[in-house]
Nanobody
Framework: QVQLVESGGGLVQAGGSLRLSCAAS??????MGWFRRVPGKEREFVAAINWSGVSTYYADSVKGRFTISRDNAKNMVYLQMNSLKPEDTAVYYC??????????????????WGQGTQVTVSS
């Protein structure tokens, strides 16, 4: 079992930055991802990172603005979000996956989910 707890969400002006954190407990040698959801829409892939941190994956909408990283010694995963836009407003979820390969951008490939943290970007 893996428990995931997100933090770091909040209200920020467009162009600003936030760093989301995801604290993992239990077995943590998994690939990790960040997804987001806007009310009334499907959950959307944001970024992912493999267990070693060597490979990262990003949605086109956040490439060049967001950076995913992990610190396995601390069982933490981070999402640094820069140049935020109003369309980045969503609840952001941290997720963990047992599979070592496969498609990183689909939510059904992930086995464990956090409760989410709200990010609101004002214009």
């Amino acid at each position: 079992q893996v428990q995931l707890v997100e933090s770091g969400g909040g209200l920020v002006q467009a162009g600003g930055s936030l760093r989301l954190s995801c604290a993992a407990s239990g077995r943590t040698t998994y690939g990790m991802g960040w997804f987001r959801r806007v009310p009334g829409k499907e959950r959307e892939f944001v970024a992912a990172i493999n267990w070693s941190g060597v490979s990262t994956y990003y949605a086109d909408s956040v490439k060049g603005r967001f950076t995913i990283s992990r610190d396995n010694a601390k069982n933490m995963v981070y999402l640094q979000m820069n140049s935020l836009k109003p369309e980045d407003t969503a609840v952001y979820y941290c997720a963990a996956r047992r599979k070592l390969d496969g498609i990183w951008s689909v939510s059904y490939e992930y086995d464990y989910w956090g409760q989410g943290t709200q990010v609101t970007v004002s214009s």
